[in-house]
């Protein structure tokens, strides 16, 4: 795949009208019959998520962290080879693993002292390129780390803003 090609009309496109790079995506939940699972609908696929076992999930579905993470890896992996792509940068393997380190006592409201969510979130990539030269390495790290929009996002989160409505 020519990503360059791909991509050249749409940055063509931006350039000349700013505008039509802003893009809104959006996520709704949805209840279930059981208070510890929902849906969540991104408008192409429906997923199903459920609290974890730790505070009282079936364990069996992914929880909201585990689609947090599972974000991160995402748009890691993929920056990373649209990145490596655009670079010529042949890869035999680029794999991204994401772990992160919550504290469940914030979560249940046991204790005050911690925190509710991940306390730590590793990414890690494990890169196979063999003709790669230490600069192309470190500079696929550098854009790939500056164009993971998830990555960045948690590194500087945006204004949160929430609104409840009250239905009769």
């Given at each position: 795949m020519d990503l360059r090609s791909l991509q050249k009309p749409l940055k063509e496109r931006y350039r000349a009208n700013p505008t039509a790079s802003r893009i809104t995506l959006r996520a709704k939940g949805s209840r279930t019959d059981a208070p510890v699972s929902c849906s969540v609908d991104i408008g192409r696929a429906v997923y199903q998520a459920e609290a974890h076992k730790g505070v009282g999930g079936a364990g069996a579905g992914a929880c909201s962290g585990d689609l947090l993470l599972g974000a991160l890896a995402a748009c890691a992996q993929i920056t990373c080879q649209m990145v490596a792509a655009a670079m010529g940068i042949a890869a035999e393997r680029i794999e991204v693993t994401v772990e992160g380190e919550l504290d469940l006592r914030g979560t249940l409201g046991i204790?005050?002292?911690?925190p509710v969510g991940f306390e730590n979130i590793r990414v890690n990539f494990n890169i196979a390129a063999p003709n790669a030269t230490p600069?192309?390495?470190s500079a696929l790290r550098e854009k790939t780390e500056q164009f993971c929009v998830v990555m960045q996002t948690l590194q500087h989160p945006p204004k949160l803003q929430t609104t409840w409505l009250r239905h009769p």
């Open positions: 204790s005050k002292d911690v600069e192309q390495l």
